[in-house]
């Protein structure tokens, strides 16, 4: 039965050998990754599915996220790049060293997410004149220097350095400044929940006594008001940081700013409601056109590009330049 077995299977192989010889060569273009991301198109994310405030107002309309859709190139997909003018970025010039890798470039934009929705929750809260106390900064670790001398992980939150408590950034700097280069001081970080002590080095970096660590802010903060993120592992990145902040300032005053409009979009967001530049803004107008939105917000630095693209495509659609949360809902306020 085995050697029956075993003869058709030799047979086949040796009838069929230029066909799976295509067919290994197929699975060889389709799963060899090349070193490239592949900016392939854009789409919107309803914010009613991604954050919940407490006793919210129920919008009439929606507040859609703008996102870039990318793909870790392959020697067909980066074929197809020329022929759909796709764009292409390097994953070395993503990396802040030599050892950065895959799994170190998402993490920081997962980071920068949380950030992120930091900053929104703050900037919303103080535009809609709802009570919110900041406790302190916390300075979360982002990036750690392959030649730093410590501990600590990325991802740990800086709680005590030298036994002192931290509740900005610059108190670090204040903590360091009488100590040499070479010493090595303690740090009291948590992380996963939990309180550990370690140490980092001090070195010399671009004419600094520093450690090497780059460092988020995000806030220890407290409100009447609960607001929830359910945002996915599979999305990162800052980019969503002020149409968040619209959408949580939306749920919390009680009338309708939105009027049942669909509207997107982009940029950055800090605390005090300012709006930051973003990339692949040409990605992001054509998602909100596909998804008929009637508006589409963006930042100053980004306004010139999607204007251009909104003419030469004939959009339908409003491109509104904000520089700060406030412009926007001055603009919905006025409609």
Do not use: C
């Not at 004149?129 to 800086?158: A, F, H, P, R």
């Amino acid at each position: 039965m085995i050697n029956k077995i075993y003869e058709k299977v030799i047979t086949f192989i040796k009838e069929e050998y230029k066909f799976l010889i295509f067919v290994f060569i197929i699975l060889f273009l389709g799963f060899f990754h090349l070193p490239y991301n592949i900016y392939v198109g854009g789409g919107i994310i309803n914010l009613d599915k991604r954050l919940e405030v407490e006793d919210e107002y129920k919008i009439n309309g929606s507040l859609n996220l703008s996102y870039v859709k990318s793909l870790h190139a392959t020697i067909p997909t980066y074929l197809l790049s020329y022929i759909f003018d796709w764009e292409r970025e390097s994953i070395e010039s993503t990396k802040i060293d030599e050892n950065d890798n895959v799994k170190d470039i998402w993490l920081r934009e997962q980071m920068y997410l949380e950030e992120a929705n930091s900053s929104a929750v703050i900037s919303a809260f103080k535009s809609s004149g709802e009570d919110i106390t900041i406790n302190k900064e916390l300075l979360k670790i982002l990036y750690i220097d392959k030649d730093s001398n410590t501990d600590l992980k990325v991802g740990d939150i800086i709680l005590k350095v030298n036994n002192i408590d931290l509740y900005e950034f610059s108190d670090i700097k204040n903590i360091i400044k009488d100590f040499n280069v070479g010493d090595k001081i303690s740090v009291n970080y948590l992380r996963d929940d939990k309180e550990y002590e370690g140490y980092f080095t001090l070195r010399i970096i671009d004419n600094e006594k520093k450690a090497g660590l780059y460092l988020i802010k995000l806030y220890d903060y407290e409100t009447k008001r609960k607001v929830d993120f359910k945002f996915a592992k599979s999305e990162g990145g800052p980019s969503g940081g002020f149409i968040t902040s619209l959408a949580i300032y939306s749920k919390l005053i009680n009338k309708d700013l939105i009027k049942g409009l669909k509207i997107v979009g982009t940029g950055t967001i800090d605390t005090s409601g300012n709006v930051g530049e973003i990339g692949g803004v040409k990605y992001k107008i054509k998602g909100a056109e596909r998804a008929h939105a009637d508006i589409f917000f963006v930042p100053e630095e980004n306004y010139a590009e999607a204007l251009k693209i909104k003419e030469e495509n004939n959009y339908n659609i409003d491109v509104v330049m904000v520089k700060n949360i406030r412009d926007a809902i001055n603009y919905l306020e006025s409609r």
